[in-house]
């Protein structure tokens, strides 16, 4: 959305995942696995307290850190679920076909109940992350809106990230109405989707615009922005 030159450079580079994300998928399936009942007379410490698995070629050592901060944020999907009489899905992958066929994500869970749909982000990563006008879990709102839901229907969008320190605290929430987030879905994400589309896409390189993309080692307009070329 900051950038829409950077899809047309992807298929150039491998994407790369680094030893943070790698950690965030481990502490996961954590959290699936607790979601999912898995476990059996055993608690997620005993199971996993410990324990190296190989993810994306790392080798991590299971911590209580780790483990506390999965068990955080099913406490608080637990929680919710009971207060909505909700139906939980986790690990649901949600689209906006009406948008673009691109624009789809895999959420890690989301509660429907009467009229309410929560959808709840862990983050395990140090960095803090802003929940209001979130674009990510504004993408999953509206899957899951355009499946679940309908006028009437509120959504409240919730990060959990319990690895960090946050003005708001770990756990920070922000509701919109039907109505607003289907205005967003075209006026804003409309547009940065098809300004992606165009045959000479427009390229933002600035130090926040780049910090995290993959495709920045074979852009010319980061390479000059930076002052290389």
Same mark, same amino acid.
């Given at each position: 959305?900051?950038?829409?030159?950077?899809?047309?450079?992807?298929?150039?580079?491998?994407?790369?995942?680094?030893?943070?994300?790698?950690?965030?998928?481990?502490?996961?399936?954590?959290?699936?696995?607790?979601?999912?009942?898995?476990?059996? $007379?055993?608690? %997620?410490?005993? @199971?996993? +307290? #410990?324990?190296?698995?190989?993810?994306? *070629?790392?080798?991590?050592? /299971?911590?209580?850190?780790?483990?506390?901060?999965?068990?955080?944020?099913?406490?608080?999907?637990?929680?919710?679920?009971?207060?909505?009489?909700?139906?939980?899905?986790?690990?649901?992958?949600?689209?906006?076909?009406?948008?673009?066929?691109?624009?789809?994500?895999?959420?890690?869970?989301?509660?429907?109940?009467?009229?309410?749909?929560?959808?709840?982000?862990?983050?395990?990563?140090?960095?803090?992350?802003?929940?209001?006008? $979130?674009?990510? %879990?504004?993408? @999953?709102? +509206? #899957?899951?809106?355009?499946?679940?839901? *309908?006028?009437?229907?509120? /959504?409240?969008?919730?990060?959990?990230?319990?690895?960090?320190?946050?003005?708001?605290?770990?756990?920070?929430?922000?509701?919109?109405?039907?109505?607003?987030?289907?205005?967003?879905?075209?006026?804003?994400?409309?547009?940065?989707?098809?300004?992606?589309?165009?045959?000479?896409?427009?390229?933002?390189?600035?130090?926040?615009?780049?910090?995290?993309?993959?495709?920045?080692?074979?852009?010319?307009?980061?390479?000059?922005?930076?002052?290389?070329?």
């Amino acid at each position: 959305m900051s950038c829409p030159g950077m899809p047309s450079l992807m298929d150039q580079v491998e994407y790369k995942v680094g030893m943070p994300a790698a950690v965030g998928t481990l502490i996961h399936s954590m959290t699936e696995m607790l979601l999912k009942e898995r476990l059996e $007379n055993v608690t %997620l410490e005993q @199971y996993w +307290l #410990g324990k190296t698995e190989c993810v994306e *070629d790392f080798e991590i050592e /299971v911590d209580k850190d780790m483990i506390q901060c999965a068990e955080v944020y099913v406490e608080y999907v637990q929680k919710r679920k009971e207060e909505l009489n909700a139906k939980i899905l986790v690990e649901e992958r949600v689209s906006m076909e009406e948008i673009s066929p691109y624009v789809w994500g895999t959420a890690d869970a989301i509660l429907i109940g009467k009229n309410e749909i929560e959808i709840i982000d862990l983050k395990s990563g140090k960095f803090p992350v802003d929940v209001e006008h $979130n674009p990510q %879990l504004l993408i @999953y709102s +509206l #899957g899951a809106l355009s499946r679940y839901g *309908d006028e009437s229907t509120t /959504v409240t969008m919730t990060i959990v990230q319990p690895r960090t320190w946050h003005k708001d605290g770990p756990i920070r929430s922000y509701s919109m109405s039907a109505a607003n987030l289907v205005e967003w879905g075209y006026e804003t994400l409309k547009q940065a989707t098809d300004a992606c589309d165009e045959e000479n896409p427009q390229f933002n390189p600035s130090d926040t615009n780049c910090r995290w993309c993959n495709a920045r080692e074979v852009c010319d307009a980061y390479k000059t922005f930076k002052g290389e070329k």
